[in-house]
Each structure stands twice: as C-alpha cells, then as structure tokens.
C-alpha cells in the first residue's frame, strides 16, 4: 500500500482547554519530572519496554498495517488491560489530538501545557478516513496523523509517512477490554530531522505511551463507574418516582 498522503486542508480546530497555569502547570511539570528516569533509561531497555505489558501472543499477532512498513526500524507492541467495554473505551481514542483532546500523556510536553479532556466530546466523536490527528496547532502530514482504516470499537489504524499506529480493542469478561497499541517507524537516513525522530522514539515514546496507556484507562474506568451509578440510582428510584 502505497504510504504518500495527499495535500489536505488541515483539519478544524474545536475549542481546546487553556493551558494551565499556576498549580496545574506544576503538576504537569511533575508529571515529566516523574518520567526523566524512564527517559534515561528507556534507550538500555529496548527489548524489555517493547513489549510493555503484551503477552507474547499479543506481540506475535497480526495487527492493522503490520506491511506499510517492511523496513521500519523501530516496532512495539504494547498493551494494557481497561476495566471498561470495548465501546466505552473507543471514544478515547477517537477524539485525540492537539487542538482536540489532547494526546492523555505528558501534556506540557504533547500537548503544549493543555490539559487532555477527561470527558467524552460529543463533538469530536466523528471519525473518517483521512481525518487528521495534529501533533501540534498547525499540522502538516508529517505532523499529525491520518486515519487510515478503523472497524468501530474493534481496530484503528493512524498514519503518518514513516509510521503506523494501529489499536485493538479485545472484549474481556467482566466488562473489561484488552487495548493493544502497535506502533512501526521507519528512519529515514536522507531527512534532515531523523536524528529527532531516532531521539524520540528511542527516548521519549516509551514513558509517554505507558502513560497514555494508563491515562485512557483511568478515564475510561472512571466513565464506566460513573454510568454504572446512573444506572443504580435509576433503578433505587424508579419504583418510588412510578408510585407518586
């Protein structure tokens, strides 16, 4: 499949959080200072944080776009197990992106201080093919991702020139989602700018996935409690508001 993406217009901006200041603005810078040793280390460990919480089978089965990148260099799976329904936790994934929900990671660094959503956005719940996920305001294909095929609530699959990002989501019993993330890079020696691609993929992608991983599922648990609440006082109060 050929990997050239076409000029589009750049996506719509939505109305984003301000950027935080004062006592969130340190918590943001908190939460990079508590990533620094994983930054550091990350490099030494690449056979072990490749595979972050995947199950051998995981790391060996198939997934979305595993051939648009025959020769990429840098290739992980990584999963993390959500206690929220499959359709609860595609959402999360649906709305990401600068000037949209944010990246759920290291926002003062993905996300230019602006703190990710912790609620589902109904207005950012459409997804297409060829739709545009920014890294950062102004996006241009080599800076924000595209969709490039998902099936609802089961697979995803983003895009850019020289890499892929795919998702699956597994149903588990017990209302609990396996979410696997795969992600393939291709360095490409002739650009100018792949020396930081190398420095954040082998240094910085490790500790802002796992903290990625672990922010979609902290928002989706809590969503999915948050329903299930609603659901109880609906039935506690049903029988006594049916009765006046």
């Known amino acids: ?16 959080a301000p950027a935080r200041v004062g006592a969130g603005l340190l918590r943001q810078l908190a939460d990079v200072v508590s ?19 995947a199950t051998p089978e995981e790391s060996a089965a198939a997934m979305p776009g595993d051939d648009l990148l025959p020769r990429a ?6 999963a993390i197990t959500v206690g929220a329904r499959p359709s609860e936790v595609w959402p999360w994934l649906v709305q990401v992106g600068v000037g949209r929900a944010g990246w759920y990671a290291d926002d003062l660094l993905d996300n230019f201080g602006r703190p990710s959503a912790i609620e589902i956005l109904p207005e950012l719940q459409e997804i297409h ?22 099936l609802a609530a089961e697979s995803l699959l983003w895009r850019t020139p020289n890499r892929t990002w795919a ?29 930081l691609t190398v420095l954040l993929m082998e240094v910085a992608d490790f500790p802002m996935m796992r903290r990625m ?11 999915h409690r ?10 506690s109060t049903g029988p006594a508001e049916s009765a006046r």
């Open 73 to 78: 260099q840098y290739r992980c799976t990584r």
């Open 35 to 53: 990533d620094v040793p994983l930054f550091l280390v990350t490099p030494f460990l690449r056979s072990w944080h490749r595979t972050w919480g």
């Open 226 to 235: 948050r329903r299930a609440r609603t659901r109880q006082e609906a039935v």
């Open 129 to 150: 093919v060829g739709q545009w996920l920014p890294w950062i305001p102004h996006p241009s294909e080599r800076t924000a991702f595209v969709v490039d095929s998902y």
């Open 167 to 195: 998702w699956r989501l597994v149903s588990l019993p017990g209302e609990r989602t396996r979410l696997i993330t795969r992600m393939h890079t291709l360095y490409e020696w002739r650009r100018p700018l792949t020396p």
């Open 1 to 16: 499949m050929n990997l050239t993406l076409h000029a589009r217009r750049p996506p719509r901006a939505v109305q984003a």
């Open 213 to 223: 991983l672990r922010g979609i599922r902290d928002r989706a648990e809590a969503e």
